[in-house]
């Protein structure tokens, strides 16, 4: 069974996840643009970012054979310096163009500021300009009061649920994300956000409609492998192989397959490994033997 | 123009039809169909037939490159001929530095074809640095710029690179004619570390050994 990671920060992972991971049957990530641990204090860094997920970290992905698209965007946190909105916000046209980008995102709340609301519906509005998706995060801190905002401005700016995404969802967001006809991305974590055994009783409890499930590794405590984990968990409780394909394989397709970016056709097709070339000193294979497929 | 005709080989008629709209320049669209051509033109590759026939016409080409990056040098060939000269570098270098993957080998592989191209070495040395194997066969390969314009240093070391990361030197264009006593001296010297370390010497390296 292909698996696919619809949220994964690749940039903060090294090559011995994405051995491991296409290993367990990853086939193909959305790496969404985030915040980087620390803030950032140039626009110019944000460029050099948005270059790196549709370059080297696409490349880099492609050696193990995993398919890498992106998305783009100002997150939420960072969307609070006001020196730095207008600028990232004016780079992200040219971004918003390039191949291999499938949604606007991260977006959303992180402390529900005004300056948020604004950088907020502003992306949503490239979003429509540009014919994306939208990834939105939903905030760690009161989360559910944070679920009904992102909702409320989702509705009011009338942007498509169905091109939607509300990310890093619990038992108390769930249902209303489903019933304002978003779809509902889950991160599952080895302490926070969500777990395995939780993500079945949902599965078991919701079913498999617009439910997308996600690692979210990046560079904190996280687990590049939670996708294969958690079908796993729920393979061993009973629920069926063609729902299990639905949520790891063909909901994420079907969802990002709008951004019309990403090929479903080209997306069955094994992508073909050629480390032969890598064996230089600044490039993932360091003098070991080369895989070729 | 030959580049359009190769593109009209294998890609979809819509985006052929696309493409022959975009190639008149407009400055406020340029950006947009640059990338979108990916989508609109498909990625299928030329092949050694079409690719002949560019050679044949002073543009060697690699029959790798897809209708997608022929139609973007499409589009820049294009755009510099609609642009005042002083806007040539300033444009090929922001589409170098703000460009994913497949439009930075675009704008590489048609270096040679665009006016005044020695305008161009300072990008294309810096562009084969890309440890991107794909955009380094993009400026070393079936690309006739390196021995056309590069200086002997830049091309010695476009030619040990290709070495080190296995891309095929046996086209790199005007190998012989640019092969010199100091890159022959180069790859023995490669050579001879690669077989104190027990490893095998690329069978490449024979290519410019036997120039001696």
């Given amino acids: 069974m292909k698996l696919f990671d619809p949220h994964i920060h690749m940039t903060s992972r090294t090559t011995d996840d994405y051995e491991a991971m296409a290993a367990a049957g990853i086939a193909a990530v959305v790496e969404p643009a985030f915040w980087v641990g620390q803030p950032r204090t140039h626009v110019g860094t944000f460029e050099d970012y948005f270059l790196g997920l549709v370059g080297w970290e696409r490349f880099r992905a492609s050696q193990f054979g995993i398919r890498h698209y992106c998305t783009i965007a100002l997150n939420p946190r960072e969307a609070n310096d006001a020196a730095l909105v207008s600028g990232v916000l004016a780079l992200m046209p040219r971004y918003l163009e390039k191949d291999g980008v499938v949604a606007v995102g991260e977006i959303g709340y992180d402390d529900m500021t005004a300056a948020e609301d604004n950088a907020f519906a502003a992306q949503l509005e490239l979003a429509r300009v540009h014919q994306l998706p939208a990834l939105i995060h939903l905030p760690h801190r009161d989360k559910k009061r944070g679920c009904e905002r992102t909702l409320a401005l989702v509705r009011d700016v009338g942007f498509p649920p169905e091109r939607t995404i509300v990310d890093h969802n619990t038992e108390e967001t769930l249902p209303m994300t489903l019933d304002s006809g978003c779809w509902a991305g889950h991160s599952i974590y080895p302490r926070t956000k969500m777990d395995e055994p939780r993500m079945v009783a949902l599965v078991q409890h919701y079913g498999a409609d617009r439910i997308l499930v996600n690692s979210a590794a990046d560079w904190g405590v996280s687990d590049p492998l939670k996708v294969p984990k958690t079908r796993d968990a729920m393979r061993a409780a009973g629920i069926s192989d063609v729902t299990l394909a639905r949520i790891f394989w063909r909901n994420p397709i079907e969802f990002f397959a709008q951004s019309g970016r990403l090929d479903p056709v080209e997306l069955e097709q094994p992508l073909a490994i050629d480390q032969r070339q890598l064996h230089e000193g600044n490039s993932v294979l360091r003098g070991q033997t080369p895989q070729v497929s | ?212």
């Fill in chain 2, 1 to 212: 123009m030959e580049l359009a005709d190769a593109v009209a080989r294998v890609a979809p008629p819509d985006g052929v039809a696309w493409l022959t709209q975009q190639l008149v320049f407009d400055r406020a669209t340029f950006h947009a169909a640059f990338s979108a051509a990916g989508r609109r033109l498909g990625k299928a590759p030329i092949g050694e037939v079409d690719a002949q026939r560019l050679a044949a016409r002073g543009l060697p080409w690699s029959p790798a490159a897809g209708a997608d990056e022929c139609g973007r040098a499409a589009l820049l060939l294009a755009a510099v001929g609609s642009l005042d000269p002083a806007d040539h570098v300033p444009l090929v270098s922001d589409l170098l530095r703000r460009g994913e993957v497949r439009e930075r080998q675009a704008v590489l592989r048609v270096l040679a074809a665009l006016p005044q191209p020695e305008r161009f070495v300072e990008l294309a040395i810096d562009a084969f640095r890309s440890n991107v194997t794909t955009v380094f066969e993009a400026i070393a390969c079936d690309n006739a710029f390196p021995a056309r314009h590069f200086p002997d240093p830049a091309f010695n070391q476009l030619v040990l690179k290709a070495l080190f990361v296995g891309a095929p030197v046996a086209r790199i264009v005007d190998l012989d004619r640019r092969t010199t006593p100091e890159l022959v001296r180069m790859v023995d010297g490669y050579a001879s570390e690669l077989i104190a370390a027990g490893r095998p010497v690329p069978a490449d390296a024979s290519l410019i050994r036997r120039a001696r």
